[in-house]
């Protein structure tokens, strides 16, 4: 009973930083602001050739296609004064495995919000006691594990994000279809190289934001 109580209490500990970051990823796929950010930043509107209506719009459809039952994205926009179909067929099947990948996202963030709370729930209400003060060592314990690998990833994306976002890719895709052309392919003129490192550095920050809060009020 014993190695069962202390499994459960690390387990708490480890779920925490992967609960941190899911629900900070799902933030940024959901965020107008971050797309937003990112259009005027790197200038998208001139190297896409598309007004800044038309960037909202493919941001709404990014957004609700992430979010649909959809297997294909089909994202028409105005372009010259003509309607334009927005992403071609190799971007169409990156999106879909990109889709895929939020959906994973998506259901560990449940899983582990359903670990935590059950666990706090016990430890609060059910037994109290010692089962407070384990409570506060996990949440102290996991907001410190948080804050040591959102450092780590800071650091890494500090010194080569470029290689750390294609390691990412090599292991999350198991095809070609995400090596896209700057020069044609709308998805990547979209969201240039200098933005995902923006998201991934928002995403850090929040994630130890987040974890800061969390353990700074259990200390109190």
Known sequence: MKGLTIA????????????????SIGWAVN???LYKY?????????????????????ATGL????????????????????????FNQREVIHLRDVKGLIRLDYWVLLGTLIYTLGYAGVSLFW????????????VINGS???LA???????GALLDFDQLFLQFHLLSFSNEFWQLDPTRDYLIMLFPGGFW???AIFCALATAGLAIVLGWGWLE
């Open 149 to 155: 690998l959102m450092l780590a990833l800071g650091l």
């Open 63 to 86: 957004i609700s296609y992430f979010n649909s039952g959809e297997e294909n994205i089909s994202l028409a926009v105005i372009k010259s004064g003509e309607p334009f179909e927005l």
């Open 197 to 199: 490192y923006d998201a």
């Open 8 to 23: 459960a209490k690390w387990l708490f500990s480890l779920c925490l930083p992967v609960l941190l970051l899911t629900a």
């Open 31 to 33: 965020s107008h602001w």
């Open 144 to 146: 410190g594990i948080t």
């Open 127 to 138: 037994r109290r006691g010692r089962y407070w003060r384990r409570l506060a060592w996990g």
């Open 38 to 58: 990112g259009f005027e930043k790197y200038d998208v509107s001139q190297t896409t050739g598309l007004a800044e209506m038309e960037l909202e719009k493919a």
